[in-house]
């Protein structure tokens, strides 16, 4: 049981990695830090070793202990939906970084809605963790509610952004960088949904970590 307990506890500290990462791309994004954005690459790689180790651990768990295969797959989720939030974050920081080596402008307001964006994805990163922990199926339909409302934002942060470009508000060169950086928050929230939805799916058996052993 404490190989389980174990297992828990690398993939809760995966998603704490996810989550330190998304908020250092968006200090980069704000200060306009080259270093924050180095320190989120930093990030990104330890992230993905998380995934690689993870995958492997709960793959030769499966072999010893293959009556626990069902809960071990809630784990297996959790670890891809995971990198997958890592990897749209790498396409997030490659924005910004691109942004600061180019000098480019956003608008006040396609700043501000970026920043909502951010913290927004970041809380509800933090919540999916805490459904990892305690299956709670509450938690879990605030973040499907509170993540469907998020990617319906980005859907209008969208239009309005054309309607900037058209009216002159916004500059050429900034549209494809902001529609990039807003593309890989869907994804993060995409998958941040996907991660707490699969977590309150799991059998019956499952036993979260602070779960009775």
Sequence with gaps: MDGFRELDNRVCL??????EMLQLTFE???HEKVELGEMSEKMGAVVRNDERDLIGALAERAKTTPEARPSLKVLV?????????????DVALHCVESKMRDRVPFSDQANHELGFLFESAQYLL???????LTRNTVLAKYIQDTGGT????????????????LSGHCRPEAAAVFLDILDALNGVIGHTRLLGERV?????????????R
């Design 150 to 165: 998020l990617r319906v934002s980005i859907e209008k942060f969208a239009l309005d952004h054309e309607d900037r470009l």
């Design 14 to 19: 995966m998603a704490k990695h996810a989550e």
């Design 77 to 89: 989720a959790a670890v891809g939906h995971l990198g997958r939030i890592g990897g749209e974050l």
């Design 200 to 212: 309150v799916q799991a059998p019956r058996d499952y036993v979260p970590l602070h779960g009775s």
């Design 126 to 132: 933090r919540c999916a963790k805490d459904t990892l």
């Design 28 to 30: 980069a994004l704000r």
